[in-house]
């Protein structure tokens, strides 16, 4: 794993700025970040430790009965909902990418966060943090303050630089059906680090109706090639329970499959 390059080219965007004709173009620069890695950067105007002082500690259980539950408990909150606006300017800047209306993935998604820790590893080639995949979720944003994150290019891993001042942002399998197979979701991994302990904070994004590829996308030339599914009670058991949780997780909804 340390033989794997770290690159610097993964864009970042300021996307509270971006207005009038500047928000069209970072929608299409978006939409080229997401076709060359399947991931870009978001400038952070949250800070998620710093502003609010969390205590990290190695497992998300809150006891709500102490102060420092209390305070978890409430910043979470608070962190939650501002997450929640930044991923509704981000999933309105990817559908303008995609040539869609602004207001295509709607505003009403489900919204899970997760909070990993990973202790120093002297070993990394011994373990991974997380295994390789493809994202389930509509969109994934998460800090990457250490070093960890892994993206599959043209078959060969690279690590992607950890940026403080920003999000990472990639997109998951249902944005494939969604483009028609137009973008395709990047694979990717978390490894552990030999030096600092880490722990990851995201948010997963999830669509609330049915995945199918959009209108747009579809003509005498491009066929349809998925079948519509719920994404809760349909995909997401498949994916959980498929050995392989990369593309091949989509077979199944696929038309002629």
Not at 40 to 53: A, P, T, Y
Not at 88 to 98: P, R
Not at 142 to 157: H, P, S
Not at 207 to 222: M, Q, R, T, W
Request: net charge positive; glycine share 8%; proline share 7%.
């Amino acid at each position: 794993m340390d033989s794997v390059p770290i690159v610097k080219k993964i864009p970042v965007f300021d996307l509270g700025q971006a207005q009038g004709k500047e928000r069209a173009v970072v929608a299409h620069q978006i939409l080229k970040a997401f076709k060359e890695y399947g991931f870009f950067q978001r400038k952070r105007i949250i800070q998620m430790r710093q502003k609010h002082s969390i205590p990290i500690v190695p497992s998300i259980m809150i006891q709500r009965s102490t102060d420092t539950g209390r305070k978890c408990w409430n910043t979470t909150a608070i962190l939650t909902g501002k997450i929640k606006k930044l991923g509704q300017v981000t999933l309105q800047n990817i559908a303008e990418g995609l040539g869609l209306e602004a207001e295509f993935f709607g505003k009403e998604h489900g919204q899970r966060m997760f909070i990993n820790h990973y202790p120093i590893c002297p070993d990394p080639s011994s373990t991974l943090g997380t295994g390789g995949h493809c994202d389930p979720n509509l969109i994934t944003i998460f800090q990457q303050q250490v070093y960890d994150l892994q993206i599959l290019k043209n078959e060969e891993r690279i690590g992607v630089e950890p940026l403080p001042h920003a999000f990472v942002v990639n997109f998951g399998l249902p944005i494939t059906v969604i483009s028609n197979g137009k973008l395709t979701s990047v694979a990717h991994r978390a490894v552990t680090n030999t030096t600092q302990a880490r722990t990851a904070i995201g948010t997963y994004f999830c669509l609330a109706n049915v995945v199918e590829p959009a209108k747009p996308f579809l003509g005498p030339e491009s066929p349809s090639l998925f079948k519509p599914f719920k994404w809760e009670i349909e995909f997401l058991p498949h994916y959980a329970s498929k050995k392989s949780v990369y593309h091949e997780a989509l077979e199944a909804f696929k038309i002629n499959a």
